[in-house]
């Protein structure tokens, strides 16, 4: 007996003397829990995509709050008819922009329709303070535009695709100052908890301001999706006269949301149907159909409405716990069943309570042992710096512990309700495990060398592991999102955006007289004539007037020569490599005035131009790339996720050594952010998150081995075929070129978590066989003949209950089904074949014998 006497009689008198008691006790908490299910909601916002504790997320926000919004839409436009640049087709995509514009969120558009035209035909600089032509202006030949759109250094990759026939309209989203207030309060608690601690008001204001910030959030999805729906059905109207498709972060999140409520009834659905038809084809009883039936239904409901409850978010990697929590849940039921049948065929004259108690008794120490070792291998979890993995850990760890004491409450309580009943005979051992034990007897060692060779092939496979894979292939070739991105990657020059910011250098020594050293230098302005009249600060020979030098706005290093040929080199670098799309910078208006001058404008002519600008003008391409308080410029572009060639650290890298060996650029002034850099960090970190949890893995469920079986040798043998199983996944994803992903990483974990079940119930069973006759070939065919039957059965019911992922929308979802899927049915063959011939060969019960080898003699 594993359970204490008097908790036993606790237990007994509670659940198996007062079943209905019991089960309305827990009927009254299922409901309460069921009330909070209103509640339920899904995170797959950015946030929930990031590492813990990012410091590249900190200044990606920081960043945001400098420059602004970098949140936007963008509707790309290809007419079905026509050319792009007819009247008609023009009129459509004005159309479709205004009304876009008009939507609620929505702060300004860009399109080929509102940007000045520099090229159609060329300006002069002196230009730029007055009113610049757009597309529709009277008299603009829309050749030469078309042209400038397809070649200017500001237009290129952005407006029109190099076919010229489709376009784009960027829509400005409203910035959430709120939420980026909120964050930084939360975070700024959050770090000063974790270093220094925090007193008791301020632990109060952190979750003041924890539940401020989730509400917000949650107001902000719920208007963020109604906004995604709003311009899906002014979209919708014009679907007849182009080819439209909608991209951006909030579509995709939106999106995203569909797709995981969407599986969610499916895999749920999906699962409580096979549930229903494997244990009708296993048992062909009414009563073992509904009671594991009520059993994964209540546990589901019961953890699903803590989470509502509490306001703890599935996110994308959580999104399985449903499945798995169903899939485990059924493995316990199906336990505790077989045990009943199998005593009720051994003690005919037993009575039910005799029947359910053996039962109780005899399964609880390895139902429990295979609890805590899964919830050790899911606790592993936690390890990882990668959030919505670390919470899947938590969630799953609580949610088997909960399957736990729900199957133990409902499946003997029922037992006890139902009474005992004539069954189908058990008597006959199951013949596919029948096979297992004799091939394991007679072959075993084929077993230890095909083992020794999926070792191998695994190792290899192993060191071929990567972590780069391309964000667009997580979705179907026909979903909005994937096609959103392709064009907007192919024709309007990438999607992933990157932030290059840069400081300016240290100024100038200071001479004796306490002056710059340049500021005697004179300059030759080389102005076109009559371009700067206007401007009377400096005299007519170039001589600088101190008496209004105070009028004149400061200089940033950024807009002199100097440091616009910097920006221009490193610009030439980023657009000579072939997974970056677009690139904006303040080098596109020094390239175009440079152009439109005639000559490369000097120091002075530049001061001149920047203060000239029109408001407009500066808005568009001054503003987003300077911050003259802070002598800081900075970098946009965008990565091409289609392309083949995208490696993001590799990327990265290479652009940091350019800008500091070639450029020298000194490493405190520049730092690369934006969302490119958030997602390169967390897939960087799936290599050591998966060491990390396979090492937690490993040292907590030997520890719980040594716990329950009290021997190293026997440790061991139990943790071999597990490891191995998951060796062979992940040697497989590295052979087939299958990266790491934030849903694969789990798979190792959950792999060993699971199959080591396997192993305590196998070896639990064939420890007592043993004790019968001390014949270990007899016990291998006897545990085979009870136990075999169970795992069998729990492990085909794994395996084809994790197969329903590949009905998703979701490509790593997919993955993670099928390759788990692999994973368990090498579990299940390790567990059947390697494991028992691990036990023949060591021999850890004790000395024993062998019997004839005749399996109709077991």
Known sequence: MFMPVNLFKIYRRCILQRPLLALLTLCMVTAFMAVGLQHFKIDASADSLTLENDDDLNYYRELVGRYGSSNYLVVTYKPLKGDLFDDQNLHYLRSLKERLVAVQGVTGAVSML???????????VADFAGELRQLLSPGVDRQMAKNEFLTSPIYKKTLLSPDGQTTGVMLELELDETYLSLVKQRDGLRFQRDRDGLSEDQQEQLQRVSKAFLDHRTEQTLESRQLIVNIRAITTEFRDRGIIYLGGPDMITADMVDYLKRDLVVFGNGILLFIVVTLAVIFRRLQWVVLPLVTCATSLVIMLGFFSWIDWRLTVISSNFVSLLLIITLALTIHLIVRYRELSSQQAQASQLQLVSETVISMSKPCLYTVLTTAVAFLSLVVSNIRPVIDFGWMMTLGILVALVVTFIVIPAGMMLIGRQSDVSVSDTLSVTRIFARFTERHGG????????????????????????????????????????????????????????????????????????????????????????????????????????????????????????????????LEAQPEIGKVNSLAQIYHVANDLSGHKLNDFELA?????????????????????????????????????NLRRSELLEKIHLYA???????????????????????????????????????????????????????????????????????????????????????????TVGIGVDHA???????????????????????????????????????????????????????YFGLLTGIAMTTALLGSLTLLPKLILMTRPFGPGRDSSTDPEAH
Do not use: C
């Open 760 to 814: 305590i119930h196998y070896l639990t069973r064939f420890r007592r066989e043993y004790r019968v006759d001390g014949d270990y070939v007899a016990s291998m065919y006897r545990s085979h003949a009870s136990i075999g039957r169970a795992l069998f059965y729990t492990a085909t019911t794994i395996i084809i209950g994790f197969s329903i992922l590949a009905l998703s929308n979701f490509i790593p979802s997919i």
């Open 660 to 750: 500091t060996d070639e450029l020298m650029i000194a490493e405190q002034d520049i730092r690369l952010g934006g969302l490119l850099v958030l997602y390169n960090n967390m897939l960087q970190s799936l290599y050591r998150s998966q060491i990390l949890t396979l090492g937690a893995v490993f040292i907590g469920i030997m520890l719980m081995f040594l716990v329950l079986f009290r021997s190293l040798k026997i440790s061991l043998i139990a943790v071999i075929p597990n490891f191995l199983a998951a060796a062979v996944v992940l040697g497989g994803m590295g052979i087939m070129r299958i990266p790491l992903d934030m849903m694969t990483i789990t798979i190792a974990a959950i």
């Open 608 to 644: 001149f131009l920047q203060q000239s600008l029109s408001e407009d003008i500066h808005r568009q391409l001054v503003a987003p790339y300077l911050i003259e308080e802070r002598d800081e410029t900075r970098i946009q572009l965008r990565t091409m996720e289609t392309s083949g």
């Open 114 to 124: 509102d940007v000045p035209l520099l090229y159609s035909p060329k300006i002069t």
């Open 446 to 573: 084929l077993v230890i060398a095909v083992s020794l060779l999926l070792t191998a092939l695994s190792a290899v496979g192993i060191l071929r592991l990567e972590v780069e894979n391309r964000f667009i292939d997580y979705f179907h070739s026909d979903t909005e999102i994937y096609r959103g991105m392709e064009t907007i990657d192919t024709a309007l020059g990438g999607t992933t955006p990157l932030d290059i910011v840069i400081q300016a250098p240290k100024q100038p020594d200071i001479i004796d007289d306490g002056l710059p050293a340049t500021a005697n230098v004179s300059y030759d302005w080389g102005f076109v004539d009559g371009e700067f009249d206007e401007f009377d600060e400096y005299g007519d020979d170039g001589s600088f007037d101190s008496d209004n030098a105070d009028e004149s706005p400061p200089q940033s290093y950024w807009m002199s020569t100097a440091g616009l040929e910097d920006l221009t080199k490193l610009v030439a670098f």
